[in-house]
């Protein structure tokens, strides 16, 4: 009786239909996003900003010509921000200035684009100081001493 038993539970054990519950595998389940305010247009624009950045600095130290203009910059007063992580009044401002200072850095003596370079710069690290923080050390090494 005792191996009637045991018999019974290993075929009832066995032949269940019941598949166990697999949980899918999802990337969010091991990845932390780099932008915890996820991907605004505005995030994203300004990441290729900070990338065109970084390579001008490195152009401008060497010697070296100016990428193309980045005229997509642009849309910087018409890029969509992550829901209140932007003031409009300081956007409007820096973001002119910025954009000021990257046209004279192109219509300028190649002798003077350092100093557009980093009035560029220094708009940036203005208006993140008042507004989105989370970037200031990134951006002040931008600067070209």
Sequence with gaps: MKYFFWLMVILTSCSSEQEP???KFSLSDTVVPVNPNGDSE???LMREMADYMVHTKKRI???DSLLP???QFA???TAQSTPGMVDEQTMRLMGSTYLAALKDMYAGKKTEQKDFYNSAVN???TCHSSVCPGPIKRIGKLAIP
């Design 42 to 44: 505005l995030a994203k």
């Design 61 to 63: 130290v060497a010697g």
């Design 21 to 23: 519950v697999k949980k």
């Design 69 to 71: 203009y980045p005229s």
């Design 75 to 77: 849309q910087l007063h």
């Design 123 to 125: 708009a940036c690290l």
